[in-house]
């Protein structure tokens, strides 16, 4: 089983709440304006990946960071790779970890779709933020997410929604070797 991946960040603060490894996969059907990651769009972009590859990232990370809080699946459009993200996020429940995961499709889309693949995956995530970004709605007002209309999900007990929503947004800055620079996270600048 494999997925198509545009990055992974295996050590950010900006992507949900604690520490997180991140998983950005590729592709999107949605393609909305004014989206801030567009280059995950293509379908045939990215990397390839074996779950079981990303499965040992993810556990070597656990392992690694004793106050790991968790993963978040975004992208690209996640439940378009709905199947390799359960069996991720599954994992991830074993070692004590949180899922949040993003989607351009409303939580009422996805559970409309009937797909088996989608359906597991729901049932592993914590928390949801749905919905399409919408550039007339845009909004920094809230954590994690561009646009008024996109709504949290809590989909388990793992969080109180009052403090997870209470944090601000934050934007990560990295230099790598190279010189080049990776931004990851949002914020009104």
Do not use: K
């Amino acid at each position: 089983m494999s997925l198509r991946v545009h990055a992974i960040l295996p050590d950010t603060r900006a992507e949900g709440p604690g520490n997180r490894f991140c998983v950005w996969v590729q592709g999107c059907d949605r393609r909305c304006p004014g989206c801030a990651a567009p280059y995950t769009w293509d379908m045939e972009g990215g990397q390839p990946m074996a779950v079981d590859d990303l499965l040992r990232q993810l556990e070597e990370r656990a392992e690694q960071d004793p106050l790991l809080e968790g993963v978040t699946f975004l992208g690209g459009e996640p439940f378009l790779q709905a199947g390799p993200l359960a069996r991720v996020a599954q994992r991830a429940h074993e070692l004590g970890l949180s899922v949040f995961c993003f989607s351009g499709r409303t939580i009422e889309e996805l559970r409309a779709s009937n797909d088996p693949e989608v359906a597991e995956l729901l049932a592993q995530v914590d928390v949801l933020a749905d919905g399409p970004y919408v550039q007339e709605l845009r909004s920094f007002d809230r954590p994690w997410v561009g646009s008024s209309n996109q709504r949290f999900h809590f989909l388990t007990q793992r969080y109180d929604p009052q403090t997870f929503l209470a944090r601000g947004n934050m934007v990560e800055v990295r230099i790598r070797p190279d010189g080049t620079m990776q931004v990851n996270g949002m914020a009104r600048f």
